[in-house]
């Protein structure tokens, strides 16, 4: 079976890339070998427009059975610590539409020029149909936006008009969107960095998120390297 797996940035796999370095065969940069598998990494820079692109543009060249996207992102709530590894169930496009004179949102999937249900949306939702089976890891619903959250009134606006989102990022959608339009199984795998509120670094747990994301990575890899 050929895998992919694909971040915004290296440095958020680096500790992923030693560890199939040391428990599988490196066939060259970027491409290691169990018996039954092939995985390939692929670092597609950070945005919407990085992923679509470098994601396609790798499709064009390569199947895959499965493809793996991982990274980090920010919690809307506090009900869980910093570091804590998710399996996103659900992406969405947060930020494409139109600002009303008010200073409101309109979703572009609210208006005429686009159907909210067209493939592959549901309701303007894009969803993973295999996440309603996993055990793995807690699930949580994902939006993604051009521009990182930073104040807390811009948090109090994408909450009240997205109640259900949990985890910010500036990927998951894009990435979403391309697995589904191919019809690829995935899976999306995000780390809380911080918490989305008054931007202030100094809060953010960046260390301790990346190392759990690539706990949980080299966990899921030694499970499929056995299959």
């Not at 940069?29 to 039954?36: A, L, Q, V």
């Not at 990085?50 to 506090?78: C, D, M, P, V």
């Amino acid at each position: 079976m050929n895998l992919l797996l694909t971040s915004a940035t290296y440095f958020e796999v680096t500790q992923t890339t030693d560890y199939l370095d040391k428990h599988w065969h490196k066939v060259e940069e970027g491409t290691w070998k169990s018996e039954n598998h092939e995985i390939h990494l692929l670092v597609t820079g950070v945005g919407v427009f990085n992923t679509l692109y470098e994601l396609k543009n790798r499709l064009n060249h390569f199947s895959y059975s499965l493809i793996i996207q991982a990274g980090i992102g920010g919690a809307y709530q506090k009900n869980g610590p910093l570091g804590k590894v998710y399996y996103i169930a659900t992406e969405r496009f947060g930020d494409i539409g139109m600002e009303e004179k008010d200073g409101s949102f309109t979703s572009i999937f609210d208006t005429p020029l686009i159907d909210k249900n067209s493939f592959p949306f549901k309701e303007g939702i894009l969803i993973n149909p295999e996440a309603s089976f996993t055990k793995f890891l807690p699930l949580a619903h994902g939006i993604t936006l051009n521009t990182v959250t930073g104040t807390s009134s811009k948090v109090d606006k994408i909450m009240l008009k997205y109640p259900e989102v949990e985890i910010e990022n500036m990927e998951g959608a894009s990435f979403f969107y391309v697995c589904l339009k191919e019809k690829i199984p995935f899976m999306s795998i995000r780390s809380i960095s911080n918490y989305v509120e008054d931007r202030n670094k100094e809060n953010w747990k960046m260390v301790e998120a990346i190392e759990s994301l690539n706990n949980t990575l080299a966990e899921l890899l030694e499970i499929m390297k056995e299959m």
